[in-house]
């Protein structure tokens, strides 16, 4: 059976299971459809936050984006992470005692205004939208390559894949199909992982296996995995993996992950639809815990793929002569298909030379030996852990298996936002504030529709995507860290705060941080729009937009603090609603609601 | 609701047990990882040091232990106080 058939199978069975659970948990009546949720076991809502979270950037780029970057890029790993510590003990357990349905509802009551509401649904709007072109261009990724199709087609196809799960599927049952879709891609992700630390290190657990010595029979046998990481890198020219260019840099683009994590809206709501608030709490950790297994395993992942690479374009070491053209695996054949991949042979010498081009020294030592420039000219991230199996040599079952595992990761966090999305412009801004009559059927009908609109301009962006997935993805992170997350936390933890603050310093912490964006990145990710190159040189004190979220964050903090002092403070009720969220007695009675 | 003078009390063993919380947050992944890895680069993990380790693998596993210490820790505190469900 060639390669194709198989992914088509794996993919399809897994397919059928999310549809088969979809169709069981469906089963339930109306009312389900809403109170099912905080019924919901810690546990289980722990992993379905889980596979929530963890998209397509998580899966299929973040190791890749270590990889070829080495130790600064663990700001991924540490920020999208150690977000959840903020989420359980500043957000969680208040907002599920405050026991509403969306984000922008609390904010619409807790500052008593609908303006602020408004205001919470277009900061909701732009970092869901964002959040999906990330998980749109991935998925394009993940279809491209096991349909053997070109990326544009894969994005296409992924769309229309995610827009029929999306409205089939709906909210029912959904959290039962993310369990079941966190299971396929932790499996699809450690699987490859412990094959390859077993090869390489022989240790079977990946994370200790990247601190382990290499085994016998391989290139740098005896010695640490990366000291010989580092030894082949540093003979190519390129940067070590283990060594920071700029400490406050990536401090900063970590706070702004962190941050970020803690504002986004599609994980909060997760939070209420437990039975407790003491549930609440644990629940972040189960969450954390499930999420861990992956995030352990992705810098093994990262750095093990970056040595089989060296390793394969240069068989016989870097003294030796690089890979022979005729001799490439045939997995350089089938990622060309995509356009993702491309060699090409400068010096027509029948060898493909993988180095550093620009690395001065290295050019001195490509003169000498012949070369004229390095003929690895493409190499998208974004393959790297889909690509890993092939790499690696592993089974054909293993590579349908990741392929199964990048489109549930990207299915179930595409859903999320997209429900996310057209909840908040049917409940939030239609029903509750532009036309409170509107029918049942008619609210439905909206939701819909606002969820058509997303995908069509999440794929149109997603042709041109301002970054790899997990690049566009962190801006939106920053996004969620200037606009959501301080107005949350301010209302849980400060009485006086009030409407005129928050909603001031929504738009203030969210219009510094999108101008800083679409500053460098174009005018709403458009392409070609951009009134500044996007080079350091141009970034305001050296700050890349990706890591201003912190920057935006502070904005609305000092806005919101400036404009409260100036104004009257909150009514007498809400300060009562302040000290009642504070207190977890009581929270079941929110269930009612 | 009339304010209980214990919920101040409640409401305070909360801020300091958020504040020691994220006190360790800050200081294993901005410390450790990244501003405090030369000070520690002496110490060598696996062909590599110490703040690397603690990059990719070490903060995880301590933001993994702060939540659930904070989880227990505080719904012991619930119940000191009478503040449970």
């Known amino acids: ?242 060594e920071g260019t700029s400490p406050v840099n990536m401090a900063l683009f970590t706070l702004s992950l962190m941050i970020g994590t803690a504002g986004l809206p599609h994980v909060i709501i997760r939070f209420f639809t437990v039975p407790k608030v003491a549930d609440a709490r644990w629940s972040a950790g189960w969450a954390l815990v499930f999420i861990a297994l992956l995030y352990l395993t992705a810098p093994a992942v990262g750095a093990m793929a970056r040595l089989n690479i060296m390793t394969t374009m240069w068989p016989q070491g870097v003294e030796g002569e690089a890979v022979a053209q005729e001799d490439l695996p045939d997995w350089f054949e089938t990622w060309s298909v995509t356009g993702l991949l491309a060699v090409e042979d400068k010096n027509g010498d029948g060898r493909i030379q993988y180095y550093n081009e620009n690395s001065e020294e290295m050019q001195a030592l490509a003169a000498e030996r012949g070369w004229e420039g390095n003929e690895l000219v493409t190499f998208n991230r974004d393959i790297l852990v889909l690509a890993n199996p092939e790499i690696a040599q592993l089974p054909g079952w293993v590579i349908a298996l990741i392929a199964a595992g990048g489109i549930a990761a990207a299915l179930s966090t595409a859903a999320g936002l997209l429900l996310a999305i057209s909840s908040a412009i049917s409940h939030d801004l239609i029903k509750s504030t532009l036309n409170p009559n509107i029918s049942e059927k008619g609210e439905l009908l909206a939701a819909r529709i606002s969820m058509i609109g997303a995908i069509a301009v999440a794929t149109w962006l997603g042709l041109n995507p301002p970054g790899f997935a997990a690049q566009t993805v962190a801006l939106a992170f920053g996004l969620a860290a200037a606009s959501l997350f301080p107005t949350l936390m301010m209302g849980i933890f400060s009485k006086r705060m009030n409407s005129a603050g928050a909603t001031w310093g929504m738009l203030a912490g969210l219009l510094t941080t999108c101008l800083y964006l679409f500053t460098y990145l174009g005018w709403f990710f458009i392409p070609g729009t951009n009134m500044l190159e996007n080079t350091a040189s141009n970034y305001l004190f050296g700050i890349p937009p990706a890591s201003f979220g912190p920057i935006g964050a502070v904005a609305n903090f000092a806005v919101a603090y400036i404009v409260s002092k100036m104004t009257a403070e909150p009514p007498q009720e809400i300060q009562e609603l302040v000290e009642s969220i504070r207190v977890p007695r009581g929270a079941g009675a929110a269930t009612g609601h | 609701m009339a304010e209980q003078p214990n919920n101040n009390a409640y409401w305070s063993a909360n801020i300091r047990l958020v504040t020691y919380c994220l006190v360790i947050w800050a200081l294993v992944s901005y410390g450790f990882a990244i501003l405090l890895r030369p000070m520690l680069s002496g110490i060598s993990v696996g062909g590599t040091d110490l703040g690397f380790w603690f990059a990719q693998q070490g903060s995880i596993l301590v933001f993994l232990v702060l939540i659930f210490f904070y989880a227990w820790r505080m719904n012991k505190i619930d119940r000191e106080h009478g503040v449970d469900e």
């Open chain 1, 1 to 242: 059976m060639d390669q194709t058939t198989l992914n088509i199978i794996v993919v399809g069975l897994s397919f059928a299971l999310y549809f088969g659970i979809a169709i069981w948990a469906r089963a339930g009546s109306t009312s389900e459809f809403y109170a099912a949720g905080r019924g919901v076991n810690p546990v289980v809502n722990g992993m379905a936050t889980a596979a929530d979270w963890m998209s397509a950037a998580s899966f299929i780029s973040m190791a890749g984006l270590i990889a070829f970057v080495g130790y600064n890029n663990s700001s991924f790993l540490m920020g999208w992470t150690g977000g959840y510590v903020l989420m359980a003990l500043l957000l969680a357990p208040y907002l599920r005692k405050f026991g509403k349905f969306t984000v922008p509802e609390f904010i619409g009551d807790r500052y008593y205004s609908t303006t602020a509401r408004i205001v919470a649904v277009v900061c909701l709007i732009v970092i869901s939208i964002t959040y999906v072109i990330g998980q749109m261009s991935g998925a394009g990724v993940a279809f491209a390559r096991f349909l053997e199709v070109d990326r544009d087609l894969g994005l296409y196809i992924a769309a229309g894949v995610v827009l029929v799960y999306a409205v089939l599927g709906g909210m029912k049952g959904i959290t039962y199909t993310q369990v079941a879709q966190y299971c396929v891609l932790i499996v699809a992700y450690t699987i490859p992982a412990i094959f390859i630390s077993l090869q390489l290190t022989g240790n079977p657990i990946p994370g200790l296996g990247l601190f382990s010595n290499m085994s016998e029979g391989t290139a740098g046998a005896g010695q640490p995995l990366l000291v010989t990481l580092d030894g082949l890198l540093t003979d190519l020219g390129f940067n070590q993996y283990t």
